[in-house]
């Protein structure tokens, strides 16, 4: 999924604004407690929150497609795996290549996340 300049340059720029905010608003550093964050976010302009709110739903969603992604591609490994061990069963992988795709970080973080 691509994302238009424009959009992604109204995301940033958003973001940066409310860093600088955070960063002047706050003595240097982010907003931590619940009060400070309530009047970090009021100091902020709509437009500014909106752009926030745009971007983290953004980023979401590309995480969202990324997390699926990995999801597919692992499900078409294990197939292939399977019709490779059915047509050859003299040279048999799956069981050797299972416990190792198994562990690959993709596919653990992909299972914590359902």
Not at 52 to 77: C, D
Not at 82 to 95: C, E
């Amino acid at each position: 999924v691509t994302v238009p300049a424009a959009t992604a340059t109204t995301a940033t720029t958003a973001v940066t604004a409310a860093n600088a905010a955070a960063v002047n608003g706050s003595g240097g550093s982010a907003p931590t407690s619940s009060a400070a964050i309530k009047s970090w976010h009021k100091q902020l302009s709509s437009h500014e929150r909106s752009s926030i709110i745009r971007a983290v739903t953004l980023l979401y969603r590309e995480l969202q497609h990324l997390r699926n992604f990995g999801i597919l591609n692992y499900t078409g490994f294990v197939k292939i795996l399977k019709k490779h061990d059915k047509s050859l069963p003299t040279k048999r992988i799956g069981s050797i290549a299972q416990p190792l795709l198994d562990a690959m970080p993709f596919v653990t973080s992909a299972g914590d996340a359902e």
